[in-house]
């Protein structure tokens, strides 16, 4: 559950959960999926890429109607498994759709998400579209993709598959990336960035071809990482090392728009 407890996680997960809930990730005590971006329970939320469903059980959660989309079955059947006996106040859909078309009425959604998708679609502003004519008006959308700054390492470091089909065909200066979001008729109200602690995961999980589970720091160097970031965040400037680092070399640039009333 998402509301566990960070103490009670495993080592691995609560390095990056605690960098979460630094940045302003799953507030349970505001209701806000990241700062700025609340749900409650008059709400619809459509999850495009929910993935493994973080973000769609948040939602859940705060008692709102989810939607969770993704075109991968596997994705769908552990969203599914994840959500397995929950009892929830609104209803729980997944949907297995590439989202072109979304398989959704227009004016559906109250929140949109799209966490990490855009940079694997084979036509951006088609895609931002399909999100645009599933917000009623007045709908807030969230949506992020990798930052050029790491995604230049990942360049020099990541196989030839990584910038293939299914995976990333693109990279998003953030000036184009403000610019596909605005093209689309949506207003932009908050622009941010997150997590160079994910910037260097990723670096260094290149370091073995063997297999691990992702977040998982089941080899010396991740391991190492991990306990490294921990050392430095008790440190007196951790907090002002972390907020340099995150603004130098930022996994991901996130921006929160709206739809015009």
Known sequence: MLQKPLEALAPHRFVSCRDAEQFGWYNWKKRELLTGFPIGEADTVVDVGC????????????????????IDAEAIDAVQRRMKGRKLPRP?????SDANPLPLEDGVATHVLAQEVMEHVDD???FLAELVRIGRPGARYLLSVPDPASESLQKALAPEIYWR????????ARDEFDRVVRDSG????????????????WVLFWSDKGGFAFGSPSTPVLSHWNKTWVALMKTPNGARIKQALDEFMPKSQIIIARKAA
């Not at 993935?51 to 993704?70: I, L, P, R």
């Not at 729980?92 to 297995?96: E, I, L, N, R």
């Not at 089909?165 to 998003?172: D, S, Y």
């Open 51 to 70: 993935g493994e469903g973080s973000s769609s059980d948040f939602a859940a959660q705060c008692g709102a109607t989810v939607y969770a989309v993704d």
């Open 92 to 96: 729980f859909h997944t949907v297995q």
């Open 124 to 126: 951006p502003r088609q």
């Open 165 to 172: 089909k299914p995976n990333h065909l693109r990279v998003f």
């Open 186 to 201: 949506l207003e932009i109200e908050r622009r941010t960035h997150y997590s160079f602690f994910w910037s260097m995961w």
